[in-house]
Nanobody
Framework: QVQLVESGGGLVQAGGSLRLSCAAS????????MGWFRQAPGKEREFVTA????????YYADSVKGRFTISRDYAKNTVYLQMYSLKPEDTAVYYC?????????????????WGQGTQVTVSS
């Protein structure tokens, strides 16, 4: 099993940036595809980005492509989400997740482990 703890959320003005961290304990994140999802009030949880076990492949939702970057630090067993040019519509609770499957990356129902989430609020 793996435990995930997100941090780095907060309040930022539109156009600003934030970096979220997802610290893993238990098993190394190199054995999982790691993803970030977000959920705004009244909406379903949606895929944001994911990174493969090796880090060679990354995937992004169209809404964040070119603005967000996912990365992983194997030594720290941590995954990061760097967010630039934030928009009010990026406001949501952001969740880190891990999945053992080598093919899954965008479907939240396929993920095995979840963090507790961190709030990101972007003011206009």
């Amino acid at each position: 099993q793996v435990q995930l703890v997100e941090s780095g959320g907060g309040l930022v003005q539109a156009g600003g940036s934030l970096r979220l961290s997802c610290a893993a304990s238990g098993r190394t994140v190199s054995t999982y595809t790691m993803g970030w999802f977000r959920q705004a009030p009244g909406k379903e949880r949606e895929f944001v980005t994911a990174i493969s076990r090796s880090g060679d492949s990354t995937y992004y939702a169209d809404s964040v492509k070119g603005r967000f970057t996912i990365s992983r630090d194997y030594a720290k067993n941590t995954v990061y989400l760097q967010m630039y040019s934030l928009k009010p519509e990026d406001t949501a609770v952001y969740y880190c997740a891990a999945v053992a499957s080598r093919t899954a990356y965008s479907n939240p129902r396929e993920y095995d482990y979840w963090g507790q989430g961190t709030q990101v609020t972007v003011s206009s």
